[in-house]
Nanobody, 117 residues
Framework: AVNLVESGGGLVQAGGSLKLSCAAS????????MHWVRQSPGKGLEWVAT??????????YYQDAVKGRFTISRDNAKSTMYLQLSSLKTEDTAMYYC????????RGQGTQVTVSS
């Protein structure tokens, strides 16, 4: 069965950084596009970033609001994906999920990121 486990969230001040991890199992991770999505209180799921199976800076995609501040990466040997969050803003406060689908249809339990002003 597909299993996605996110970790690394927490409470951080605006301008701070966090690194999220997503441990994947139950499918061929190294052959799969992977995505980060998020959900803020009272809002729907929002796509954040995508990385191709091979990874690399030329094969990553970001929503405009996080471009230049967030970095998606992966380690196929460990079946793990990462999201480095930097220069965090209060509007980045959300539950962050990893997913095999851009719409977050199948995702893990999430990890909470809270950014205080």
């Amino acid at each position: 069965a597909v299993n996605l486990v996110e970790s690394g969230g927490g409470l951080v001040q605006a301008g701070g950084s966090l690194k999220l991890s997503c441990a994947a199992s139950g499918f061929m991770f190294s052959a799969t596009y992977m995505h980060w999505v998020r959900q803020s209180p009272g809002k729907g799921l929002e796509w954040v970033a995508t990385i191709s199976p091979g990874g690399g800076a030329g094969n990553t995609y970001y929503q405009d609001a996080v471009k230049g501040r967030f970095t998606i990466s992966r380690d196929n040997a460990k079946s793990t994906m990462y999201l480095q969050l930097s220069s965090l803003k209060t509007e980045d406060t959300a539950m962050y999920y990893c997913s095999r689908q851009r719409d977050g249809r199948v995702r893990g339990q999430g990890t909470q990121v809270t950014v205080s002003s």
